[in-house]
């Protein structure tokens, strides 16, 4: 089973549409969770992080189920400039304490005018 | 916004030559990265470096690999001969929390390795 998983997409939707993306982690004991966007050939900017009690940023909720190992993230009212990957990433604590990221593959969204 | 900063954001060389790809991280940072993002492909956690040392690394980070903070304010990834496949977005990160609240990364080096 992989890491990080989450569904490719592409994920096409029209202006002003609302989309939810999900991904799965493997590790339980995973610390904490993100959703980070990135643009073509651009770096992995952080969008927000994710807590259990859910948390909203604008028109971006991220949700956490520990019990599922389950994380989402819906978008309102799609704007054209919301069109990016999305990426799910993982706090995974090593063998250290300065953890590392686990990502993604990535969820692909097109919004079409 | 600080920012991480990396040089030179494109490079290309030949199949067994050295490279250095040089970041500089946020000023007050302690946790600094490197990962790895081959095209079409998920970006992949190469080493954590912290308190002038390498914290862990992953399998990708064989022995042609190699991490420095030479002078308190670049970190460096040396790669002492490269194959094609090391062709990918190097991304630098830098941190001043470990991971617990996510990173800040670097703009990328893209290296072509012909």
């Known amino acids: 089973r992989k890491e990080v998983e989450q569904d490719p997409g592409p994920f096409n939707v029209p202006e002003g549409a609302t989309v939810a993306f999900n991904c799965t982690y493997s590790n339980s004991a995973s610390q904490s969770f993100f959703w980070y966007r990135q643009d073509c050939r651009k770096e992995p900017k952080l969008l927000m992080s994710?807590?259990?009690s859910g948390n909203e940023d604008g028109r971006f909720t991220a949700q956490l189920n520990r019990a599922s190992q389950y994380i989402s993230l819906l978008i309102r009212d799609s704007k054209l400039s919301d069109s990016a990957t999305y990426l799910c990433?993982?706090?995974?604590?090593?063998?250290?304490?300065?953890?590392?990221?686990?990502f993604g593959q990535g969820t692909t969204l097109q919004v079409k005018p | 916004e600080p920012e991480v900063t990396q040089t030179p954001s494109h490079q290309v060389t030949q199949m067994g030559q050295e490279v250095i790809l040089r970041c500089v991280p946020i000023s007050n940072h302690l946790y600094f990265y490197w990962y790895r993002q081959i095209l079409g492909q998920k970006v992949e956690f190469l080493v954590s470096?912290?308190?002038?040392?390498?914290?862990?690394k992953s399998e990708i980070f064989d022995d042609q690999f190699s991490v420095e903070r030479p002078d308190g304010s670049n970190f460096t990834l040396k790669i002492r001969s490269t194959k094609l496949e090391d062709s990918a977005m190097y991304f630098c990160?830098?941190?001043?929390?470990?991971?617990?609240?996510?990173?800040?990364f670097g703009s990328g080096t893209r290296l072509t390795v012909v």
């Open positions: 990160a830098s941190s001043d929390t470990g991971a617990l609240y996510g990173y800040t």
């Open positions: 470096f912290y308190n002038n040392e390498i914290s862990e």
């Open positions: 990433v993982v706090n995974m604590r090593g063998s250290s304490n300065t953890g590392k990221l686990i």
């Open positions: 994710v807590y259990s």
